[in-house]
């Protein structure tokens, strides 16, 4: 995810990438360019999942057809409802990632754990402990640090929009992974993810119908380059998340996840030299590091469960 959403921002904005190119800013970081961006990312996205799938479970398309009988219909439902939040989150991330700077917006969306873990203690009973409180509201309190002040790069509407979009796709993801857990337990995550992808392709192309940027004044070549290299970095993390989620669960999995806020922040300075000042820096460590403390708390847990 680190790599696919600095692509998405120099999309949005203009950059000096690793000091050598000037590249970027080929769309406005508005809501019908997310929708565009997401429809090129998937369209090729897609495609390359169900070619991959028979491969990577050969039984994946005797799972998806029976997706369609009466007896597993929840599933499906369960599975096209991933999709559509996926395509909720998406939009929402890549509309922050063009208004903020990247390692802000991420830190912001990477407090899903929080969420994740209300949202499991309500639908699974797993009640968080004082411990877990505790590190939530750090998690949280690290997250209002790496908020911007408004500057001549920054106005505070952007900053506004930026942060209430990254919000919204962590709550909306929070809800993805819950959901996902429990679609999981009667589903591979090959076929699983393939139908995201697809509800959320299929999503973004009705929507360019009603939201249709200006194609006239659009540079298609970067476009789509960007979009091949977002679109195989974001097919390899999904899959890879959603067997953990299968494995270990939705907390655990989006608690180990979340060490991408502190990656995302160095690659965004390395690659575009984005900087951040020091609190901005100080609120990435502490999420970082909270995220730490409630992974370190559901391994240990886990362990005396096992012993």
Request: hydrophobic fraction near 55%; charge should be positive; aromatic fraction near 14%.
């Amino acid at each position: 995810m680190t790599f696919h959403n600095v692509t998405v921002r120099v999309l949005f904005s203009e950059h000096l990438v690793l000091g050598l190119f000037l590249l970027g800013g080929y769309v406005e970081p508005n809501l019908e360019n997310s929708f565009l961006l997401m429809f090129m990312r998937m369209l090729l996205v897609v495609p390359l999942m169900a070619a991959l799938s028979f491969k990577l479970y050969p039984s994946a398309l005797k799972e998806f057809q029976g997706l369609f009988t009466q007896k597993r219909s929840y599933v499906l439902l369960q599975a096209l409802g991933c999709g559509v939040l996926m395509f909720v989150y998406v939009a929402s991330l890549y509309i922050a990632i063009g208004l903020i700077p990247t390692g802000i917006a991420l830190t912001l969306f990477f407090t899903y754990p929080v969420f994740t873990a209300l949202l499991a203690w309500k639908f699974f009973g797993d009640r968080p402990t004082r411990f877990r409180w505790l590190v939530m509201g750090i998690i949280l309190v690290g997250g209002a640090l790496t908020i911007p002040q408004s500057s001549a790069s920054y106005s505070s509407h952007s900053i506004a929009i930026g942060i209430f979009a990254s919000l919204i796709a962590g709550i909306v993801y929070a809800f993805y992974n819950v959901i996902a857990q429990k679609c999981l337990e009667n589903f591979h995550p090959v076929p699983f993810t393939w139908i995201s992808f697809a509800s959320t392709l299929l999503l973004s192309g009705v929507s360019l119908l009603f939201f249709s940027p200006k194609s006239a004044q659009l540079d298609w070549t970067p476009l789509w380059i960007g979009s091949i290299f977002s679109g195989l970095v974001s097919f390899i993390g999904h899959t890879l998340n959603n067997l953990g989620i299968r494995m270990i669960g939705a907390t655990t999995a989006s608690i180990i996840g979340s060490s991408s806020p502190a990656m995302t922040a160095l690659v965004a300075w390395v690659t575009i030299s984005e900087t951040l000042n020091l609190i901005q820096n100080l609120g990435i460590g502490i999420v970082t590091f909270g995220i730490a403390l409630l992974s370190g708390e559901s391994l240990i847990k886990s362990l005396k469960i096992r012993g």
